[in-house]
């Protein structure tokens, strides 16, 4: 079968041109260092890529998340430490307190550090984090969370709502607990009526004790504060406990994030060794389609006459 000199030219230039395409492909893929440049040259490929790189970043948004979450905690156990420390002084002042032997101005020396250190607890209980959020309102975050009643009893203002953060498919972990539940209240018995003292109550009770020199409200107070204490310790132990599993987490979160790295380097990045080879294979090739072509090309009639 003869073949014009038009078809001859056609199908030499398309090869070529095929020829150009696979070298620059391989050249693209070798800058990239990727296998699949474009989803049409591997669609089945792709889709497995595009579905590793999907769960990666799920896995980098639940970091991010525990980040966050460890920031909060951290900054939430500093204040509870804060706070705890203050509330070992006052247990300290009150074993002085409760001694017979203690003068009226030494009474009112304690009761007077005890007021300052009341005040400073309120400051720690309606502590903001950097965004201006409330750290124990609950979920109630724009909402100061101990305040003034109007008649001089620290109230408790927030919710009891508890904040939790996604860190993986099928778990979430609490945040922040409510205030209500650090700076903790207590039931006093009043004449057979239980009735229910916030822990900023039960510091104002034991100041004003002090002063009276009341030993049976010092010996009451003593004992509320020991189990106002408690609790603030039981806030401790949990945030500690929190702040661990936000750890492991985290670490768990790190070995999942590396096997799809792994994963995703396997299906996606380029065989340097192989990619250089084919590329030398195929420029070789075109290399010799030109020159072929170019000699070809130049002959006539003329040269095949002489």
Do not use: C
């Not at 300052?116 to 975050?141: M, W």
């Not at 620290?154 to 979430?172: L, W």
């Not at 916030?198 to 010092?218: C, K, P």
Request: glycine share 4%; net charge negative; no cysteine.
């Amino acid at each position: 079968m003869k073949l014009s000199t038009s078809a001859f030219y056609d199908r030499t230039i398309n090869q070529l041109s095929t020829q150009h395409k696979s070298v620059a492909d391989l050249q693209a893929k070798l800058a990239s260092g990727k296998e699949v440049l474009r989803p049409s040259d591997a669609p089945d490929k792709s889709a497995v890529i595009l579905r590793i790189k999907s769960a990666l970043e799920q896995q980098n948004s639940f970091e991010r998340n525990l980040n966050s979450v460890l920031d909060r905690m951290s900054r939430e156990e500093i204040v509870m430490q804060a706070s705890s420390d203050l509330m070992q002084r006052v247990i300290t002042l009150g074993v002085q307190a409760s001694s017979e032997a203690l003068p009226p101005e030494g009474r009112e020396l304690i009761a007077i550090e005890i007021s300052t250190i009341r005040d400073e607890l309120l400051q720690l209980a309606n502590h903001k984090d950097p965004n201006g959020h409330y750290t124990f309102a609950g979920s109630k975050i724009n909402t100061k969370p101990f305040v003034d009643d109007g008649t001089g009893n620290i109230v408790y203002a927030g919710d009891n709502g508890r904040v939790t953060v996604n860190v993986s498919e099928h778990r979430e972990i609490t945040v922040k607990k409510p205030g209500s539940e650090v700076f903790t209240a207590v039931i006093r018995d009043e004449a057979g009526v239980d009735t229910r003292k916030s822990f900023f109550d039960v510091l104002q009770d034991f100041e004003t004790a002090i002063r009276a020199d009341d030993s049976d409200g010092i010996a009451l107070g003593f004992s509320e504060l020991t189990d106002i204490n408690e609790g603030l310790a039981q806030s401790l132990t949990d945030i500690g406990s929190r702040v661990a599993s936000v750890e492991s987490q985290r670490n768990i979160i790190e070995d999942t994030k590396v096997r799809y790295q792994t994963l995703l380097s396997q299906e996606e990045d380029l065989d340097y060794a192989t990619a250089v080879t084919q590329l030398s294979q195929e420029m070789l090739a075109l290399e010799s389609a030109q020159a072929s072509f170019a000699k070809i090309s130049q002959l006539s009639l003329f040269n095949y006459l002489r």
